[in-house]
Nanobody, 124 residues
Framework: QVQLVESGGGLVQPGGSLRLSCAASGSISSINAMGWYRQAPGKERELVAAISSGGSTDYADSVKGRFTISRDNAKNTVYLQMNSLKPEDTAVYYC??????????????????WGQGTQVTVSS
């Protein structure tokens, strides 16, 4: 059983930066993939970024070049560095874990564990 806790959200001006953290109760080295999703009011939950056990990364086109996903296995923590933030980045951000194995990147419904979310608001 894996438990995930997100932190680092808050209010930031357009063009600013935030770093989100996702702390896992167990070793993330045994997890197939970790992902960040976000959901804005009235919209569907969408992929932001994902990282595999081997270090491969996947990003949504809307955040590519601005966001970076990384992990620290010693701390059982995954990070999402968000730069050049835009108002459309405003959403609740969720950390997710997939136990796998899967043949490719997990889909939304293939993630086994979810955090409770952290609010990110980008506004001037």
């Amino acid at each position: 059983q894996v438990q995930l806790v997100e932190s680092g959200g808050g209010l930031v001006q357009p063009g600013g930066s935030l770093r989100l953290s996702c702390a896992a109760s167990g070793s993330i080295s045994s997890i197939n993939a970790m992902g960040w999703y976000r959901q804005a009011p009235g919209k569907e939950r969408e992929l932001v970024a994902a990282i595999s056990s081997g270090g491969s990364t996947d990003y949504a086109d809307s955040v590519k070049g601005r966001f970076t996903i990384s992990r620290d296995n010693a701390k059982n923590t995954v990070y999402l560095q968000m730069n050049s933030l835009k108002p459309e980045d405003t959403a609740v951000y969720y950390c997710a874990a997939n136990n796998g194995p899967v043949s490719s990147w997990p889909t939304l419904h293939e993630y086994d564990y979810w955090g409770q979310g952290t609010q990110v608001t980008v506004s001037s």
